[in-house]
């Protein structure tokens, strides 16, 4: 079926216009006449035409002249001249102006057809290519990239208006190399297009530096996409540039200004912990965070991503204690479909995605020996199994742990295996007690304030002399995370600037309510260091009171007197 279009005839003689006119409406075709050119043009710059007959020999008129005038037509239209008095001259002289075809009279109908069919073919192919161009344009440039276009010889083809600002490319750059361009260019474009070309896949380059359009210290991702056509045959390459710069910066004021402002504390023992944390950072090692809870142990494992290598790839979190043995085994190592009941769908685990990162492996210690068993294989091979799926996947992931347990008595016990212990406390982050702290209590206060004044819309200026006292003497068993929420209680009491005692939950007004008690014997099981501690915190939370001190520990007086002098903790420590 021909492309039904609109064609207007201009044709003096009047049997030949309605001979030609017939022949094209039986076919289907919307058919316009005209007489002579003045009224041909009118029609064209009133009506759109997708094709034109014309005769070459006019009243008074050239039908030539219609070539000249097609910038005024309301479309597009292509022509086709037609003549009873054919010379090579004004053939070679319409295809020249740009006429379509020539057709010699009289013009028999199978001619006629055949001539109007491939116009109107041709008609409607140019028509979708420029529609398509102008998509495409459309999209070049409402896009928040840069983007160039090359040929395989890395000649510019074309780029949008962000492109030229990014890169300084103008149109007199287009059809040269990019080799050739003198604006300062660092060379990562070219490098990367080369690659892509090269290797005949997409390939990224991640904040690199790019002094483009004479701008020094801007920071760019550029991806290089090879076009291929339907033969394989590579066609040149998209160049997709984004400006990181701003981030960039936002990102390096922020990191110098609150390094570590979810860590926080000056006493020497987290700052020692801070340069551990730095120093850890871009080492490829595994790291086992211990302490207890609400002591900070993600935290410092989210600071020691955020400042390693592995910052712009994900940061995974598994609380391992949360999930039973057949669903964590599912969420680490994804599943395939039919693995299990209720496994309608293949599943990426969280080493999967966590690939190019960190895995955060809370709570370890509570896994059972299977998982374990399991998790050392991946950590020596860096290779996983699906749930139901015999396929190794190679995974490229740094594993954090954390526990609250202490891991050697669990081997000891023969509750943890020794061999995956040792593949994760190859760095080992010992982090404090909030009992232990004491001198950081005051800078965790003022942080907390500033926080919830912030959160809340609020404008307290702190806490009372009196309230401050019970902040320094409470033990914390629930460490930082107890603290933050003792204040965030606080600020939801109080209706005045200062904090006062009554508005503390009523376990810091009365200590003795708030840590468990430690039952007899479970003092023998603790390393000496941890002992002092735990004593410390009954002495505290009890002010010092001995008597009181004992009952809590479950031992007696005389058994945490002479406890007292062998760790030498008779001395009330000052803060």
């Given at each position: 079926?021909?492309?039904?279009g609109?064609?207007?005839?201009?044709?003096?003689?009047s049997?030949?216009?309605?001979?030609?006119?017939?022949?094209?409406?039986?076919?289907g075709y919307?058919?316009?006449?005209?007489?002579?050119?003045?009224?041909?043009?009118?029609?064209?710059?009133?009506?759109?035409?997708?094709?034109?007959?014309?005769?070459i020999?006019?009243?008074?008129?050239?039908?030539?002249?219609i070539l000249?005038?097609?910038?005024?037509?309301?479309?597009?239209?292509?022509?086709?001249?037609?003549t009873?008095?054919?010379?090579?001259?004004?053939?070679?002289?319409?295809?020249?102006?740009?006429?379509?075809?020539?057709?010699?009279?009289?013009?028999?109908?199978?001619?006629?057809l055949?001539?109007?069919?491939?116009a109107?073919?041709t008609?409607?192919?140019?028509?979708?290519?420029?529609?398509?161009?102008?998509?495409?344009?459309?999209?070049?440039?409402?896009?928040?990239?840069?983007?160039?276009?090359v040929?395989?010889?890395?000649?510019?083809?074309?780029?949008?208006?962000?492109?030229?600002?990014?890169?300084?490319?103008?149109?007199?750059?287009?059809?040269?190399?990019?080799?050739e361009?003198?604006?300062?260019?660092?060379?990562?474009?070219?490098?990367?297009?080369?690659e892509?070309?090269?290797?005949?896949?997409?390939?990224t380059?991640?904040?690199?530096?790019?002094?483009?359009?004479?701008?020094?210290?801007?920071?760019?991702?550029?991806?290089?996409?090879?076009?291929q056509?339907?033969s394989?045959q590579?066609?040149?390459?998209?160049?997709?540039?984004?400006?990181?710069?701003?981030l960039?910066?936002?990102?390096?004021?922020?990191?110098?200004?609150?390094?570590?402002?979810?860590?926080?504390?000056?006493?020497?023992?987290m700052?020692?912990?801070?340069?551990?944390?730095e120093?850890?950072?871009?080492?490829?090692t595994?790291?086992?965070?211990c302490?207890?809870?609400?002591?900070g142990?993600?935290?410092?494992?989210?600071?020691?991503?955020?400042?390693?290598?592995?910052?712009?790839?994900?940061?995974?979190?598994?609380?391992?204690?949360?999930?039973?043995?057949?669903?964590?085994?599912?969420?680490?190592f994804?599943h395939?479909?039919?693995?299990?009941?209720?496994?309608?769908?293949?599943?990426?685990?969280?080493?999967?995605?966590?690939?190019g990162?960190?895995?955060?492996?809370?709570?370890?210690g509570?896994?059972?020996?299977?998982?374990?068993?399991?998790?050392?294989?991946?950590?020596?091979?860096k290779?996983i199994?699906?749930?139901?799926?015999?396929?190794?996947?190679?995974?490229?992931?740094?594993?954090?742990?954390?526990?609250?347990?202490?891991?050697?008595?669990?081997?000891?016990?023969?509750?943890?295996?020794?061999?995956?212990?040792?593949?994760?406390?190859?760095v080992?982050?010992d982090?404090p007690?909030?009992?232990?702290?004491?001198?950081?209590?005051?800078?965790?206060?003022?942080?907390?304030v500033?926080?919830?004044?912030?959160?809340f819309?609020?404008?307290?200026q702190?806490?009372?002399?009196?309230?401050?006292?019970?902040?320094?003497?409470?033990?914390?068993?629930?460490?930082?995370?107890?603290?933050?929420?003792?204040?965030?209680h606080?600020?939801?009491?109080?209706?005045?600037?200062?904090i006062?005692?009554?508005?503390l939950?009523?376990?810091?007004?009365?200590?003795?309510?708030?840590?468990?008690?430690?039952?007899?014997?479970?003092?023998?099981?603790?390393?000496?260091?941890g002992e002092?501690t735990?004593?410390?915190a009954?002495l505290?939370?009890?002010?010092?009171?001995?008597?009181?001190?004992?009952?809590?520990?479950?031992?007696?007086?005389?058994?945490?007197?002479?406890?007292?002098r062998?760790?030498g903790?008779?001395?009330?420590?000052?803060?």
């Amino acid at each position: 079926m021909p492309f039904q279009g609109d064609i207007l005839i201009i044709e003096d003689e009047s049997g030949v216009r309605q001979v030609l006119a017939r022949h094209l409406e039986e076919e289907g075709y919307r058919v316009r006449v005209a007489a002579d050119l003045p009224r041909g043009l009118m029609l064209l710059r009133q009506e759109p035409f997708d094709l034109v007959l014309c005769d070459i020999r006019l009243p008074g008129r050239s039908g030539l002249e219609i070539l000249n005038e097609r910038s005024d037509f309301v479309g597009d239209p292509l022509v086709i001249l037609m003549t009873g008095y054919p010379s090579l001259e004004s053939a070679q002289q319409a295809l020249r102006h740009g006429a379509f075809d020539y057709l010699v009279k009289p013009v028999l109908a199978e001619a006629l057809l055949r001539a109007t069919s491939l116009a109107l073919n041709t008609k409607a192919l140019r028509d979708e290519e420029r529609r398509l161009h102008h998509h495409l344009e459309a999209v070049f440039e409402s896009v928040e990239d840069g983007l160039i276009t090359v040929d395989p010889q890395l000649r510019i083809v074309a780029c949008n208006q962000l492109a030229v600002r990014l890169c300084g490319i103008d149109g007199r750059d287009v059809g040269r190399s990019l080799n050739e361009l003198e604006n300062g260019c660092s060379g990562v474009c070219r490098r990367l297009a080369g690659e892509a070309l090269e290797q005949g896949r997409k390939v990224t380059g991640k904040r690199l530096p790019c002094s483009g359009a004479g701008r020094a210290g801007r920071v760019v991702s550029v991806t290089a996409t090879p076009m291929q056509g339907s033969s394989q045959q590579r066609l040149g390459v998209v160049l997709a540039v984004h400006d990181e710069t701003p981030l960039v910066d936002l990102e390096a004021r922020l990191a110098e200004h609150q390094r570590f402002h979810r860590l926080v504390g000056e006493s020497s023992t987290m700052r020692a912990i801070y340069r551990l944390v730095e120093n850890l950072a871009d080492l490829e090692t595994t790291v086992l965070i211990c302490g207890e809870s609400g002591t900070g142990k993600e935290l410092v494992a989210e600071a020691i991503h955020n400042q390693g290598q592995r910052r712009n790839h994900p940061m995974v979190k598994v609380n391992c204690v949360a999930l039973s043995e057949t669903l964590l085994e599912s969420e680490l190592f994804g599943h395939v479909r039919g693995a299990f009941t209720g496994a309608v769908k293949d599943r990426v685990g969280r080493f999967q995605e966590a690939d190019g990162g960190t895995l955060f492996l809370d709570e370890i210690g509570d896994i059972s020996m299977a998982m374990q068993l399991r998790l050392l294989r991946v950590l020596q091979h860096k290779q996983i199994e699906r749930v139901g799926e015999n396929r190794s996947i190679t995974v490229d992931v740094r594993i954090i742990a954390a526990t609250h347990q202490d891991l050697r008595v669990k081997v000891a016990e023969g509750r943890f295996r020794e061999d995956l212990y040792y593949r994760l406390k190859v760095v080992e982050i010992d982090l404090p007690p909030l009992r232990s702290r004491g001198a950081d209590i005051p800078l965790l206060i003022e942080h907390f304030v500033a926080h919830f004044n912030r959160r809340f819309g609020r404008a307290i200026q702190g806490f009372s002399p009196a309230a401050t006292i019970l902040l320094l003497d409470y033990a914390w068993p629930g460490n930082i995370r107890e603290l933050e929420h003792a204040i965030e209680h606080a600020f939801v009491v109080c209706r005045g600037e200062w904090i006062e005692p009554e508005h503390l939950p009523n376990e810091l007004r009365d200590p003795l309510r708030a840590a468990p008690v430690i039952p007899p014997g479970a003092m023998a099981k603790r390393s000496r260091e941890g002992e002092s501690t735990v004593i410390l915190a009954a002495l505290s939370a009890c002010n010092w009171r001995r008597d009181q001190a004992a009952r809590r520990l479950g031992i007696s007086r005389a058994t945490l007197f002479r406890k007292m002098r062998q760790l030498g903790l008779m001395e009330r420590p000052e803060f």
